[in-house]
């Protein structure tokens, strides 16, 4: 068998834009869909559900639980849909949660009471779960360690067209001539375009390189041998008890849930924007609002540090099973982020909200010590394994060529950097 070394370049390079041309696009409109659902109950403030669903006198606890049931559900869910992802076929198994995932988006619009609706959020919740750590893995297994972070970043780019959709939802509020509630349009937009999605995955999102319709029988074979040296670890439909260990005691896996887990998160950023904005109105000697801006600017690219973390998983973990678990638990402490981001600003700390100000400070400083510390284990780890790589060479009397052997017979055992 040929091996990656032995196919030509301008190979590589088409096979690459096959991918991008495929896998990426559809990935893109997955990340975009997947994040509508977050910012939709925001947007029914904008087309009037106050006045039809909800009792006023409670409307900011139920818009709270709202918030809290989708993340209960993905924290629920977010480690049984990982592994019966590893057991079913990636790409089938995704569509048909998205597929899903749009029906019970769109059955938002029917009930008229807040019970029902806290548990669809729940359900809808559930289906989410799976898509970004299901789309990582993908990308893990059609692209090279060097090529992955350019790819996660394009279709994280793509979230950016979610925040347009309030244009959509202010214009849809003076809209009657549909015959539904504002929000409820809203909703069936929505889910039909999740739906939608979700047969395009069906029908040509592949599971891995070797079923990628897209790519002759050739093509399938160089594309699997093209990412062997990385040796990131292949499709595996075991669960390999050993990595679950490895994954639970790796210091670099609680350095990432950590990290995660204090990041300022979805409601962070939005909580920080909006009370910087009350406090500029409110306060007699009020900022200038281009500063204010300013600020709100450099407050939206918190979003890009998820991108970066999946970007550091699906590069840096070898072993199929260890990297659906880190996935898995990064996931779930961003569900937990989230929950208690949402308590961070209270009512009572108005108009200035200094403890909840002070508070993201102080997270993002750990944050950011955080990082550095990952840095520093993963050199010293390098350095290690370098070490021991030429200890081996020594007592072996082992030659650069054998050390590549040893790495080409250990390709596709998926195996983690430990084992």
């Given at each position: 068998?040929?091996?990656?070394?032995?196919?030509?370049?301008?190979?590589?390079?088409?096979?690459?834009?096959?991918?991008?041309?495929?896998?990426?696009?559809?990935?893109?409109?997955?990340?975009?869909?997947?994040?509508?659902?977050?910012?939709?109950?925001?947007?029914?403030?904008?087309?009037?559900?106050?006045?039809?669903?909800?009792?006023?006198?409670?409307?900011?606890?139920?818009?709270?639980?709202?918030?809290?049931?989708?993340?209960?559900?993905?924290?629920?869910?977010?480690?049984?849909?990982?592994?019966?992802?590893?057991?079913?076929?990636?790409?089938?198994?995704?569509?048909?949660?998205?597929?899903?995932?749009?029906?019970?988006?769109?059955?938002?619009?029917?009930?008229?009471?807040?019970?029902?609706?806290?548990?669809?959020?729940?359900?809808?919740?559930?289906?989410?779960?799976?898509?970004?750590?299901?789309?990582?893995?993908?990308?893990?297994?059609?692209?090279?360690?060097?090529?992955?972070?350019?790819?996660?970043?394009?279709?994280?780019?793509?979230?950016?067209i979610g925040n347009m959709f309030g244009f959509?939802?202010?214009?849809?509020?003076?809209?009657?001539?549909?015959?539904?509630?504002?929000?409820?349009?809203?909703?069936?937009?929505?889910?039909?375009?999740?739906?939608?999605?979700?047969?395009?995955?069906?029908?040509?999102?592949?599971?891995?390189?070797?079923?990628?319709?897209?790519?002759?029988?050739?093509?399938?074979?160089?594309?699997?041998?093209?990412v062997r040296d990385d040796q990131g670890g292949?499709?595996?439909?075991?669960?390999?008890?050993?990595?679950?260990?490895?994954?639970?005691?790796?210091?670099?896996?609680?350095?990432?849930?950590?990290?995660?887990?204090?990041?300022?998160?979805?409601?962070?950023?939005?909580?920080?924007?909006?009370?910087?904005?009350?406090?500029?109105?409110?306060?007699?000697?009020?900022?200038?609002?281009?500063?204010?801006?300013?600020?709100?600017?450099?407050?939206?690219?918190?979003?890009?540090?998820?991108?970066?973390?999946y970007a550091y998983n699906a590069s840096n973990?070898?072993?199929?099973?260890?990297?659906?678990?880190?996935?898995?638990?990064?996931?779930?402490?961003?569900?937990?982020?989230?929950?208690?981001?949402?308590?961070?600003?209270?009512?009572?700390?108005?108009?200035?909200?200094?403890?909840?100000?002070?508070?993201?400070?102080?997270?993002?400083?750990?944050?950011?010590?955080?990082?550095?510390?990952?840095?520093?284990?993963?050199?010293?780890?390098?350095?290690?394994?370098?070490?021991?790589?030429?200890?081996?060479?020594?007592?072996?009397?082992?030659?650069?060529?054998?050390?590549?052997?040893?790495?080409?017979?250990?390709?596709?055992?998926?195996?983690?950097?430990?084992?």
């Amino acid at each position: 068998m040929k091996t990656a070394d032995d196919t030509p370049s301008v190979q590589h390079g088409s096979l690459d834009e096959k991918a991008d041309e495929s896998t990426m696009q559809i990935s893109a409109l997955d990340i975009e869909d997947k994040d509508e659902a977050l910012k939709l109950v925001g947007l029914e403030r904008t087309a009037g559900i106050d006045e039809e669903r909800f009792l006023k006198v409670r409307r900011k606890l139920h818009y709270n639980l709202a918030a809290l049931a989708f993340y209960l559900g993905f924290l629920i869910w977010v480690f049984p849909t990982m592994y019966i992802s590893q057991k079913l076929r990636l790409g089938k198994y995704l569509g048909t949660n998205i597929v899903l995932w749009g029906i019970i988006m769109m059955l938002h619009a029917v009930p008229n009471s807040f019970g029902p609706f806290f548990v669809l959020r729940i359900l809808l919740g559930m289906l989410e779960s799976c898509v970004s750590p299901a789309l990582v893995l993908i990308i893990s297994m059609f692209y090279k360690k060097n090529e992955q972070a350019r790819r996660i970043s394009w279709f994280y780019f793509t979230t950016g067209i979610g925040n347009m959709f309030g244009f959509v939802a202010y214009g849809i509020s003076f809209d009657m001539r549909t015959g539904f509630a504002p929000y409820k349009v809203l909703y069936l937009l929505c889910g039909a375009m999740a739906i939608t999605v979700g047969i395009a995955v069906l029908i040509w999102m592949p599971d891995s390189p070797l079923h990628a319709r897209f790519l002759s029988q050739e093509e399938r074979i160089v594309a699997v041998e093209r990412v062997r040296d990385d040796q990131g670890g292949t499709e595996n439909k075991r669960l390999k008890k050993e990595q679950l260990k490895e994954t639970l005691l790796d210091v670099r896996t609680w350095l990432i849930v950590l990290s995660t887990l204090i990041r300022p998160g979805e409601q962070g950023p939005s909580s920080l924007r909006s009370v910087s904005a009350q406090s500029a109105l409110k306060s007699p000697h009020s900022i200038p609002m281009r500063h204010l801006l300013a600020a709100n600017y450099i407050v939206l690219t918190f979003g890009s540090c998820f991108g970066v973390i999946y970007a550091y998983n699906a590069s840096n973990t070898s072993g199929h099973t260890k990297k659906v678990t880190l996935n898995a638990m990064t996931l779930a402490a961003f569900c937990v982020g989230n929950i208690i981001g949402s308590e961070i600003f209270q009512a009572k700390d108005a108009p200035h909200y200094i403890p909840g100000k002070v508070t993201i400070l102080v997270l993002l400083s750990v944050q950011f010590f955080l990082c550095f510390l990952l840095r520093w284990v993963n050199l010293h780890m390098n350095a290690k394994k370098k070490q021991f790589i030429e200890e081996m060479k020594e007592r072996h009397s082992w030659s650069d060529g054998d050390i590549a052997k040893e790495r080409e017979r250990h390709a596709f055992l998926d195996l983690t950097d430990k084992q």
